[in-house]
């Protein structure tokens, strides 16, 4: 795929990078030089300019890629004014960075395909590891609900996944296990593998180190944890 990120801050950078990693053709731009230098070698195309000025955004081939990402973040101004540019200029898929719930709600006024908010899902993430000793893999699907990927508590083990009732206690489905089984590699060393399970058996047990896969709401995920 093809993409325009503009802003190749932290966030920005990364991003960039690591889609470029993947195979995709990405096009970055920042109005920081020095940003674009250190990415420049990395990226399809780096262009050192001002995105909030319309004549130096047209330089870019909006209309040419896939998506094109609003990466900017501190500078609420800018972000704004970027993508209220881009929509004048009819760019089919926008995606933009909001850094809290004013500019979230500023952007949603653009009817943006995907408004990202990548600090919110870090620091909830950092929560559930400090306050609740839980290590989640998450994915955001909207603004409510997760598909989340951890370890099951030690309060299920023994248990069987027909007497977990995660549905109908905490709303929260249930769509695979990983699996945990002790095998021994070729130098007779045991290692932990883990294997995924679509189709759970009612009857199947519980062990240490399995992995739960979940779907539901964030407030139910809240809720199920502080229950155990």
Known sequence: MKYIIIGLGNYGGVLAEELSLLGNEVIGADINEQRVDSLKDKLATAFIIDATDEASL??????????????????????????????????????????????????????????LTPENDAARELVWSLDLGIKVESFRVDEDYYVMKFKVPEKFIGYHVNELN???????????????????????????????????PDNYEIQTEDELVCYGRYKDFLSFWKAI
Do not use: M, Q, W
């Open 166 to 200: 995660c549905d109908t206690e905490f709303n929260l489905k249930i769509i695979a296990l990983k699996r945990a089984d002790t095998v021994y590699n070729f130098l007779g060393i045991s290692v932990l593998e883990r294997n995924v399970v679509n189709e759970l």
């Open 58 to 115: 047209s330089v870019l081939p909006l209309n040419d890629v896939d998506i094109v990402i609003v990466a900017i973040g501190e500078n609420l101004s800018a972000s704004i004014r970027v993508t209220a540019l881009l929509k004048l200029k009819k760019v089919k898929h926008i995606y933009a960075r909001a850094i809290d719930n004013v500019h979230k709600a500023v952007l949603e006024a653009f009817n943006l395909d995907k408004i």
